[in-house]
């Protein structure tokens, strides 16, 4: 015979109970277990998502930095151009010619006047890329003029000079 007490059919609610309790609290930790690996293995991109983002801002201010500065490059080149216009220098105003003596001997004179032609004046400018100006023995100086008949001065003058083609005064 079977026979069921009172005491054994609370026992077996209880045991049955605190298995189910321990069953929902295992999942509940199976649960959290896979919550955590997939947080563990999400972090490394969230981490290079961050750093991507990171980089992106740095190279953003970068970039605004620079587009302040040729905004102000801009700004600064347009009021030269203004100020060019207004004083008539720009290019459309002036002529050139391209000038290449190498190794040219010439008498004092007229390196005194190929000088004076070449100076800088109200209508022209001499942009000198190379200047050489030399005598031609060991005797004789430069600065000072020989009282006999001098021997001939080496010259070597490369550059451009630029000369006004319009009307307008500087």
Same mark, same amino acid.
């Given at each position: 015979?079977?026979?069921?007490?009172?005491?054994? +059919?609370?026992?077996?609610?209880?045991?049955?109970?605190? !298995?189910?309790?321990?069953?929902?609290?295992?999942?509940?930790?199976?649960?959290?277990v896979v919550g955590f690996e997939r947080a563990r293995?999400?972090?490394? $991109?969230?981490?290079?998502?961050?750093?991507?983002?990171?980089?992106? !801002?740095?190279?953003?201010?970068?970039?605004?930095?620079?587009?302040? +500065?040729?905004?102000?490059?801009?700004?600064?080149?347009?009021?030269?151009?203004?100020?060019?216009?207004? %004083?008539?220098?720009?290019?459309?105003?002036?002529?050139?010619?391209?000038?290449?003596?190498?190794?040219?001997?010439?008498? $004092? *004179?007229?390196?005194?006047?190929? %000088?004076?032609?070449?100076?800088?004046? +109200?209508?022209?400018?001499?942009?000198? *890329?190379?200047?050489?100006?030399?005598?031609? +023995?060991?005797?004789?100086?430069?600065?000072?003029?020989?009282?006999?008949?001098?021997?001939?001065?080496?010259?070597?003058?490369?550059?451009?000079?630029?000369?006004?083609?319009? *009307?307008?005064?500087?």
């Amino acid at each position: 015979m079977n026979a069921t007490t009172p005491q054994s +059919k609370s026992g077996r609610a209880s045991s049955s109970g605190g !298995l189910l309790l321990l069953g929902c609290a295992l999942a509940l930790l199976l649960a959290g277990v896979v919550g955590f690996e997939r947080a563990r293995s999400a972090l490394p $991109r969230a981490e290079h998502a961050l750093a991507q983002a990171e980089a992106d !801002l740095n190279d953003a201010r970068i970039r605004e930095n620079l587009a302040q +500065k040729n905004r102000i490059l801009l700004i600064s080149a347009n009021e030269l151009q203004a100020r060019a216009q207004g %004083l008539g220098v720009l290019p459309q105003n002036w002529g050139e010619r391209q000038i290449n003596l190498r190794q040219q001997h010439l008498k $004092r *004179e007229e390196i005194n006047q190929l %000088l004076i032609t070449t100076a800088r004046g +109200k209508g022209q400018l001499l942009q000198a *890329e190379e200047f050489e100006l030399s005598v031609t +023995k060991s005797d004789e100086g430069l600065f000072q003029a020989p009282e006999t008949p001098a021997y001939p001065v080496l010259l070597s003058l490369r550059g451009t000079v630029y000369f006004r083609i319009s *009307e307008r005064p500087l």
